[in-house]
């Protein structure tokens, strides 16, 4: 709606070269703001034109042949009017009740679709930024040595991704645990997740972490990790 600055468009239109999924989300932002555009008009039921001038032929040839044409004529045509413009009305008036219907769900919508945008730039931004370090999780040999996963970690924003290329099958009634180890402490447990969809899931930051690692453990988590189902490791403090 041409409500951005000149940097901010360049911006914008650089996000959308980098990662092209977001236009996912920019397209049915502007299908929505089209359809509000079109719901606001209004055109007459199909056949109206030609029932109408039926009726007026037929309602002429009756009163050229009375005699009282002219009269008759007018006074049908006012009274056609009349039934037109309130058929016409009360087809305004229901499509208007439902379009608020609709346009209430749009709007909810395109808000939902807006928030998951501007997170998704912000995303961005934390992941081209100068001090974003990004550390490959080194795999554990064996049943996990296809893993290819990435930590995303800036220390001055104090924010954590993790970006998945590769996690190997979770059984059921599993789930991926992620740990934060320092050294002289026991594994302090961080999050559980599966693998994501968009193959990009944020995570927490623990200051002073030296390690983060990821097991596979049973739904819902553990207090300690399971080292026969550690899958990969990331050192964040050159360690």
């Known amino acids: 709606m041409d409500q951005l600055t000149m940097a901010e468009k360049a911006e914008v239109e650089s996000h959308l070269i980098?990662?092209?999924?977001?236009?996912?989300d920019l397209r049915e932002i502007e299908n929505a703001l089209e359809f509000f555009a079109k719901a606001t008009s209004l055109t007459a039921p199909a056949g109206l034109k030609t029932k109408i001038m039926d009726a007026l032929k037929d309602e002429f040839i009756t009163d050229t042949r009375s005699g009282n044409g002219t009269w008759r004529l007018f006074t049908f045509l006012f009274a056609v009017g009349l039934v037109v413009l309130g058929y016409l009305f009360m087809q305004?008036?229901?499509q208007l009740k439902s379009t608020e219907q609709e346009l209430t769900a749009l709007r909810d919508t395109c808000q939902t679709?807006?928030?998951?945008?501007?997170?998704?730039l912000n995303t961005l931004q934390q992941l081209?930024?100068?001090?974003?370090?990004?550390?490959?999780?080194?795999?554990t040999p064996g049943f996990a040595a296809n893993t290819d996963i990435y930590l995303h970690h800036n220390t001055a924003t104090k924010r954590n991704f993790i970006s998945v290329r590769n996690l190997p099958p979770l059984p059921a009634g599993q789930t991926f645990e992620l740990w934060s180890i320092k050294t002289g402490s026991a594994p302090a447990r961080m999050d559980l997740f599966t693998t994501p969809a968009d193959g990009l899931l944020e995570v927490q930051y623990v200051e002073g972490t030296d390690v983060y690692a990821i097991t596979i453990?049973?739904?819902g988590g553990v207090d300690s990790p399971t080292m026969a189902n550690l899958i990969g490791t990331v050192a964040v403090n050159g360690q």
């Open 217 to 219: 453990e049973q739904a």
């Open 128 to 139: 081209t930024a100068p001090q974003n370090q990004i550390i490959p999780f080194t795999a």
């Open 18 to 24: 980098t990662f092209p999924e977001l236009r996912i």
């Open 113 to 120: 679709k807006q928030q998951r945008l501007n997170y998704q």
């Open 92 to 94: 305004r008036n229901n």
